[in-house]
């Protein structure tokens, strides 16, 4: 779009103290950057302090609470079966959302239109009816061979370990390089917010060793804690900027004539850039409805529920939070994709989140994209011990924990490591392989498609094969495997949900 002068007075979000906006020089980068770190920086940095400092100390109550209560294996694991309604709703939307809802996704509404709507809301609104399914014979398959992660599970379905094998190193392969995106991707908005104060293996390292601390202290509990706390300051920041966003239009009809006027594709389908073909929505739609199936972060916050009444009406709610947080991000996108139409991803995030924004919001979206990427990350690499911890057949407690432990730190480091050697070019790699890697003729390959859909092969072959090696005995006479019955030793009264104990209705 050609940079002209729109005439219109900012935003209510902007800063009292920002320049007019005479796009030729608001748009000039280096101009931008200046005014901010010269004007701007002092009064954000000290609010991000203030920030910071007050999600620290939630934190620190956080991990310590969860310490406090954490008495057997089953707190630490699945903080003790005990989720919520409230509390499973914000976890699931922090484990599935993160920082791609306050960055990703108003990006992909400013290049690719109102098509995003398909892609993310269908597919999410289809993956609920898919939760309430699967979270039902997930919970019953637990009660019976006992939950400790989706990998040894399997390993009782079959009473073979290779699909536990299997299904460890495809996660494996699935969740380093995107826990490594998170961090890189935080490393570089904290060095672009602090100019020389860190290097960005500084940022880095600080942020890995953040999360380490905090799941080895708290467990799950203390990380579903800090779901919570993530999941409202996305919330809030995203309806902070999306209101102001719309107000700059003065109101939804005027922001879709805006669209329009600028470009009439971004009103519909497959957008600007061709992407929202048939073939693609289709890819992706099953791409995002296995994710309950195939990532065990949220396999294990399924299992972890209070009740299967809790798990369905936190499923429903999902479908509201949703709708909640999806519409102030349509705004942001359709407002970058008038004003910052020719603008790279990078400078559109500095500009929504930091330079158009009052002192207090910019440094708030600051804290809670900290919050977003650390949360998620931390649940991905917990997820990844319990699955090896999910493996360990033998009866020590003791053991089991510390091999948990030495998991999380070592999938971590490796992590870690990924991230300080993939290029900032990596992240793009998911919406290449979004757009298919053979011709359309023969219809998209998704890379992340292809791997989570033979994850979810490998689980259903495993509940199809479960009567194998019982010599065909009745359904309802098959024991539950004696390594299940050790672990579950000294928690009979514990929540079925979890399988550890006796059965009780859910």
Not at 55 to 73: F, I
Not at 131 to 149: A, I, P
Request: hydrophobic letters at 50%; one cysteine or more.
């Amino acid at each position: 779009m050609a940079e002209r002068e729109r005439g219109r007075s900012l935003p209510r979000t902007h800063s009292s103290r920002a320049p007019p906006r005479s796009l030729d020089v608001w748009r000039t980068s280096s101009w931008r950057s200046s005014y901010f770190l010269t004007h701007r920086q002092k009064p954000v940095v000290t609010w991000i302090w203030i920030l910071g400092s007050l999600y620290a100390l939630l934190l620190v109550g956080a991990a310590y609470t969860s310490w406090r209560q954490t008495e057997t294996e089953e707190d630490y694991l699945l903080a003790g079966s005990s989720i919520g309604v409230f509390a499973g709703v914000l976890t699931y939307a922090a484990t599935l959302f993160s920082t791609f809802m306050l960055m990703g996704m108003p990006d992909f509404f400013r290049n690719h239109g109102v098509g995003g709507w398909i892609f993310l809301a269908v597919s999410d609104g289809a993956q609920i009816f898919l939760v309430v399914w699967f979270g039902y014979h997930l919970r019953k398959r637990s009660r019976e061979l006992g939950f400790r992660g989706t990998s040894g599970l399997l390993n009782g379905l079959t009473n073979t370990r290779m699909a536990g094998y299997v299904f460890m190193v495809g996660v494996f392969l699935f969740l380093i390089p995107y826990v490594a995106i998170q961090i890189r991707g935080l490393a570089i908005f904290l060095e672009a917010v602090f100019p020389g104060a860190l290097p960005m293996w500084g940022w880095s390292g600080g942020i890995m060793v953040a999360m380490l601390v905090y799941s080895e202290i708290g467990g799950l509990r203390a990380i579903i804690l800090s779901d919570v706390i993530q999941g409202l300051t996305l919330l809030a920041v995203v309806w902070i900027v999306g209101i102001g966003c719309l107000s700059y239009f003065g109101g939804v009809e005027a922001m879709f004539e805006q669209a329009r006027a600028t470009d009439e594709a971004l009103l519909s389908t497959p957008g600007p850039k061709g992407l929202f073909t048939p073939q693609f929505l289709l890819a992706s739609f099953f791409g995002v409805l296995l994710i309950p199936a195939t990532q065990p972060q949220i396999t294990t916050r399924l299992a972890a529920m209070d009740s299967r009444a809790k798990m369905n009406r936190m499923t429903v709610s999902i479908g509201g939070f949703v709708i909640a947080i999806m519409l102030p991000v349509v705004a942001i996108g359709i407002y970058g994709a008038v004003e910052y139409a020719g603008a790279t991803s990078r400078e559109f995030w500095a500009n929504v989140l930091l330079y158009e924004q009052a002192d207090i919001v910019a440094a708030a979206a600051v804290v809670g994209l900290l919050t977003a990427a650390m949360s998620t990350a931390d649940s991905q690499l917990f997820a990844l011990g319990t699955e090896v911890r999910s493996l360990y057949r033998g009866d020590s407690e003791d053991t089991a924990l510390l091999l948990t432990r030495l998991a999380v730190v070592v999938f971590g480091v490796v992590a870690f490591v990924f991230s300080l050697f993939s290029g900032d070019q990596f992240a793009l790699l998911a919406l290449g392989s979004l757009a298919g890697i053979v011709p359309s003729t023969v219809g998209p390959v998704r890379l992340d498609l292809l791997l989570l859909g033979s994850l979810a092969l490998i689980a259903v072959a495993s509940v199809v094969m479960r009567r194998r090696g019982n010599g065909g005995r009745a359904r309802g006479q098959r024991p539950a495997p004696a390594d299940a019955t050790r672990r579950a030793g000294g928690h009979e009264t514990a929540d079925s949900s979890s399988g550890t104990g006796t059965p009780r209705p859910s």
